[in-house]
T-cell receptor, first 112, second 113 residues
Framework: RKEVEQDPGPFNVPEGATVAFNCTYS??????FFWYRQDCRKEPKLLMS???SGNEDGRFTAQLNRASQYISLLIRDSKLSDSATYLC?????????????FGQGTTLQVKP | ETGVTQSPTHLIKTRGQQVTLRCSSQ?????VSWYQQALGQGPQFIFQ???????GRGNFPPRFSGLQFPNYSSELNVNALELDDSALYLC????????????FGPGTRLTVL
């Protein structure tokens, strides 16, 4: 079983749609959680951190459920510029390496 | 831009050859992590260097080795290249080896023929 699992998609949605991505992780001792965005042939960039209380940044809302080991990202009012791959990322539960563990990524294509 | 640079941008090698990839960390950062991203996959952790010492290693064979210099720039060396080593190699710099945000460079795309 992969340490971080995501539905690879692709998700094809019209502009203005609401889309949700899900992610599960296997290590219950994981400490920190993130969503990264990666544009085609570019490096990953931090989109937002994810907290147990849930957090929102404009049109983006992230949720963490530690009991279910489940992370989600909700994008409201999708824009063409949101088209990218969204990577669920967990920092490993042991040691102090700060090793980022990435999911496979979920591809989003927003169409006019 | 993150201030993290990598060279070269692209590289083509043949099986059995050796390659060295370079990364310059963001100013003030003392930690560099290296990741391998195969096509259609998320990045996989190779290893991390903190203050010139290896500080954690992923599931990669010993032919993947690294180095960090006193200015905190870093090299990734891969010996005896295999076809499956074809990937985007990303380095990320951070301040400290723990939970601090990692900033990625643009990557080096390696093709092994």
């Amino acid at each position: 079983r992969k340490e971080v699992e995501q539905d690879p998609g692709p998700f094809n949605v019209p502009e203005g749609a609401t889309v949700a991505f899900n992610c599960t992780y296997s290590n219950s001792a994981s400490q920190s959680f993130f969503w990264y965005r990666q544009d085609c042939r570019k490096e990953p960039k931090l989109l937002m951190s994810v907290y147990s209380s849930g957090n929102e940044d404009g049109r983006f809302t992230a949720q963490l459920n530690r009991a279910s080991q489940y992370i989600s990202l909700l994008i409201r009012d999708s824009k063409l510029s949101d088209s990218a791959t969204y990577l669920c990322v967990v920092i490993g539960g042991s040691g102090n390496t700060g090793k980022l563990i990435f999911g496979q990524g979920t591809t989003l294509q927003v169409k006019p | 831009e993150t201030g993290v640079t990598q060279s070269p941008t692209h590289l083509i090698k043949t099986r059995g050859q050796q390659v060295t990839l370079r990364c310059s960390s963001q100013s003030g950062h003392n930690t560099v992590s290296w990741y391998q991203q195969a096509l259609g996959q998320g990045p996989q952790f190779i290893f991390q260097y903190y203050r010139e010492e290896e500080n954690g290693r992923g599931n990669f064979p010993p032919r993947f080795s690294g180095l960090q210099f006193p200015n905190y720039s870093s090299e990734l060396n891969v010996n005896a290249l295999e076809l499956d080593d074809s990937a985007l190699y990303l380095c990320a710099s951070s301040l400290g080896a723990g939970l601090n945000e990692q900033f990625f460079g643009p990557g080096t795309r390696l093709t092994v023929l």
